[in-house]
T-cell receptor, first 110, second 117 residues
Framework: GEDVEQSLFLSVREGDSSVINCTYTDSSSTYLYWYKQEPGAGLQLLTYIFSNMDMKQDQRLTVLLNKKDKHLSLRIADTQTGDSAIYFCAAYTNAGKSTFGDGTTLTVKP | DTAVSQTPKYLVTQMGNDKSIKCEQNLGHDTMYWYKQDSKKFLKIMFSYNNKELIINETVPNRFSPKSPDKAHLNLHINSLELGDSAVYFC????????????????FGAGTRLSVL
């Protein structure tokens, strides 16, 4: 089955860019997602990308997809303290299931 | 209005007890899920139902039994609670019909924090 991996921790200074990386194993993954989980809350979809795209930009967020290497990244420009959260990468295949990574805890220091 | 609501928000109980967590979604979605998030924040899918039919059942002890009375509700009943069941349980839903052509964007509830003493 699909395996999704991401590093567990990232620490940046306020105002810097953050880059969170993710790899997946199933080349038939059609949609790839980034979810954000703030303390004490459920996951919320941040952004997603379809597998026939290699980049998607939404305000401070840039998603890059390298389908050949099965690598997904999320770049947050001008990172703010409010961006501190856990970020989950997920991949969806036509088998009808989304597989989530273990989450990257982003800490933004003032 | 909350899109995916689960009750209770907190549940503290003794080992060996039986408890239920309820979930309701008002988004008109066809598919609902239960996830378990452990103390390390790792998220694992437990069950998925599409139109009241079980479609995903990961390796979960038989003590856990999901029940979907209709497509807007997916409840989780846990028998003979153990210390290792302590976790945050999340319900989610997505608009995914039988043809599976949707984006499978999932909407999560706020979670139920279960503590087994």
């Amino acid at each position: 089955g699909e395996d999704v991996e991401q590093s567990l921790f990232l620490s940046v200074r306020e105002g810097d860019s953050s880059v969170i990386n993710c790899t997946y194993t199933d080349s038939s993954s059609t949609y790839l997602y980034w979810y954000k989980q703030e303390p004490g809350a459920g996951l919320q979809l941040l952004t997603y990308i379809f597998s026939n795209m290699d980049m998607k930009q939404d305000q401070r967020l840039t998603v890059l997809l390298n389908k050949k290497d099965k690598h997904l990244s999320l770049r947050i420009a001008d990172t703010q303290t409010g961006d501190s959260a856990i970020y989950f990468c997920a991949a969806y295949t036509n088998a009808g299931k989304s597989t989530f990574g273990d989450g990257t805890t982003l800490t933004v220091k003032p | 209005d909350t899109a995916v609501s689960q009750t209770p928000k907190y549940l503290v109980t003794q080992m060996g007890n039986d408890k239920s967590i309820k979930c309701e979604q008002n988004l008109g979605h066809d598919t609902m899920y239960w996830y378990k998030q452990d103390s390390k924040k790792f998220l694992k899918i437990m069950f998925s139902y599409n139109n009241k039919e079980l479609i995903i059942n990961e390796t979960v002890p038989n003590r856990f039994s999901p029940k979907s009375p209709d497509k807007a509700h997916l409840n989780l009943h846990i028998n003979s609670l153990e210390l290792g069941d302590s976790a945050v349980y999340f319900c989610a839903s997505s608009q995914e019909g039988p043809q599976r052509v949707s984006k499978n964007i999932q909407y999560f509830g706020a979670g139920t924090r279960l503590s087994v003493l």
